[in-house]
């Protein structure tokens, strides 16, 4: 379902028909495109591979690596996509000087560019920290991490940086600038019935606002629940100073915690768009022409 809802999302944002700017289609598309990557490398390849296709060459440890690493760009391709749509957003809303000249196509094509190029990079190291976790016949199979990772310091360094950018800022400035946007839109709506001496329920520019606070509200909570226990999990692992378990073990508590963290942030690249999308009226009606396109073509083909 989440893959549909993506490549959907993909095709009708690329086709320009939803009534918005083309700064704006090009975040939504590059969302919707890094959301996709995320569900078809960690959950189709990785996850139903390695339950229904256990020994597959996926399996082996090179290709599981280079999976774990394609994983990782993806995931913070989506997240830091995500924090520069906002950060777009709130120049668009609460910094007017400065609208005219970052909120561009050319601004959001080089900060798309850059925070791609940038996750290629700063993951390519995980490649390096898997290890054979069984090795048959001479064939490595499945990933291990290194007991080196939890041990030298450049490896834990580099270990708390990954974190420290993915999730926690991001979502700290998803967070921040959230409150301040809803602090500016309040202020804006006093500011506004003050001059039209209206009630809000008159005023459809208020109602557009509050609708603009909802919607700011949802993407910061749904960001904070879907990440959480993956970071209550991090703090969890640092604590006991225990590595993370690469094994299938479903009786294992620690196990279960760092599945179940998983679990949710990959719920995360499922939801973005119909947060950020499907709230548009274009964009739900052009979900219907084209679910009813082949149909229309099919009539129209039978008629004289």
């Known amino acids: 379902m989440s893959v549909t ?3 959907v999302a993909i095709i009708i944002l690329s086709r320009g028909r939803c009534n918005l700017s083309r700064c704006i289609s090009y975040y939504l598309v ?3 495109v890094s959301d ?3 569900i078809l490398t960690a959950v189709i390849f990785k996850r139903i591979g390695r339950i229904y296709f256990r020994y597959s060459v ?3 440890t090179p290709a599981s690596a280079l999976s774990a690493v394609l994983i990782y760009i993806s995931r913070d391709c989506s997240v830091w996509l995500t924090a520069a749509f906002t950060i777009d957003r709130f120049v668009v809303i609460c910094w007017q000087s400065l609208k005219v000249r970052y909120c561009t196509e ?4 080089i900060v798309i560019g850059t925070i791609c190029a940038l996750s ?3 993951n390519l190291p995980f490649y390096f920290v898997c290890q054979p976790l069984v090795i ?17 310091p450049a490896w834990q360094a580099y270990h708390w940086l990954d974190r420290i950018l993915t999730p926690f800022l991001p979502f700290f400035l998803i967070f921040l600038l959230n409150i301040l946007t809803v602090r500016h839109i309040l202020a804006a709506s006093r500011a506004r019935r003050r001059l039209r001496g209206t009630e809000d ?26 990440w959480v226990t993956y970071v209550g999990n991090f703090v969890f692992v640092r604590a006991i100073g225990k590595g993370y378990i690469s094994n299938l073990n479903f009786n294992d508590p620690q196990y279960i915690l760092q599945e179940t963290s998983i679990v949710l942030t990959l719920l995360s690249s499922c939801n973005n768009v119909f947060i950020y999308v499907l709230s548009q009226n274009k964009f739900r009606e052009e979900v219907k022409k084209m679910f009813l396109c082949p149909f229309t073509m099919l009539i129209s083909f039978i008629k004289p």
């Open 36 to 38: 996709f990557l995320v």
């Open 58 to 60: 996926m399996s082996t």
């Open 136 to 152: 048959v016949d001479g064939v490595p199979w499945f990933c291990d991490i290194k007991s080196t990772y939890y041990t030298l």
């Open 106 to 109: 050319k601004t959001a094509s």
């Open 5 to 7: 809802a993506n490549l």
């Open 201 to 226: 329920s008159g005023d459809k520019e208020i109602a557009n606002r509050r609708r603009s606070i909802i919607l700011l509200f949802a993407i910061s909570l749904s960001f904070l629940l879907l």
């Open 120 to 122: 290629c990079i700063k």
């Open 30 to 32: 590059a969302v919707a």
